[in-house]
């Protein structure tokens, strides 16, 4: 009996599916067979830099494949976000997504080239790290009461960031509009330029990432004046979160990284993935150095990570809105 064109077309496509499926599981038995790329949306040396690293060397030897950490940085983490979201989805192209390219970019940018809910499958959630409200030296005020006092009398002052779109960015408009300060952003191309400007008193306030400021703080370079997560740091438990001082029981800000790779890798692949680096995270070793990074190590499932994102983009969805904040 001949078969129409369009119904062999039809069956060749069942066959080529059923065969797809039947592979699925020698593959996942088989992962890996070769070398796993993590790919780093920013430059070397930064924290995500640290972490792929920290975690890369536990993981290949845990899968007896080398795992090789690529830094692909540009255009605020789209690059190397995209060059994974767009990758197979067969488990050898990892991203260390973190906070922007994953729940922010796509709220504050135009095209970023992908959708992190539809395009990337989160694995597990490696650190998470606070933002430090620091001062100069020089500055009149030593504690974070004092610092808002200031802020609400009125008087003209300026806060450092980044890069417009980036956490600390946000976390300094939340509190100029919360706190009705009189603050104007001075946008930098990158935390190192914003804390020499700080430390030299060219702009009053900055909030980066807790590892990068820690040694200025211990060297009298800076004031540590507040956290802005919703609990204190482990590292520093004497330090006040903003929350607790300014009363904006909503204000939590960090920069937090995760494992990603392609939507649509296979199931047995993500499970085995998400286990072998929780595994690593609950070793002594690595929660050693993670603690002397400033950063909180968060074990979770992969439902629990994708929740995570997904509260995290909602939050940014609001704070955008709320503070009328613009790319500049």
Known sequence: MKLHPAARLYLSALSACAALFAMRPGFAQTYPDRPIHMIVAYA?????????????????????????????????????????????????TLLLGQTAEVSINQHWMKDIGYDPDKDLQPIALAAVVPLALVVPTKA????????????KSGKPSTFASAGTGT????????????????????????????????VGGHVDMYFPGFPAVTPLVKSGSLKLLAVSSATRAPSAPDVPTVAEVTGIKD????????????????????????????????????????????AQIRIMSVDQVTAFAKAESAKYIGVIKETGAKPE
């Open 251 to 294: 204000f939590d800000f960090t920069l937090w990284g995760g494992v990603f790779a392609p939507r649509g890798t296979p199931d047995a692949v993500v499970k085995r993935l998400n286990a072998e680096i929780n595994k690593i995270l609950a070793s002594d070793e690595i929660k050693e150095k993670f603690a002397a990074l400033g």
């Open 44 to 92: 070397a040396g930064g924290t995500g830099d640290v972490v792929a690293r920290l975690l890369s060397d536990k993981l290949g030897a845990a899968l007896g494949q080398s795992v090789i950490v690529e830094d692909r940085a540009g255009a605020s983490g789209t690059i190397g976000a995209r060059s994974v979201a767009t990758a197979a989805p067969d488990g050898y």
């Open 167 to 198: 956490p600390g960015h946000f976390a300094g408009e939340l509190l100029k509009l919360r706190t009705k300060a009189n603050m104007t952003h001075v946008p930098y191309k990158g935390a190192g330029p914003a804390l020499n400007d700080l």
């Open 140 to 151: 009149p005020y030593s504690a974070m009461a004092e610092y808002l006092a200031f802020l």
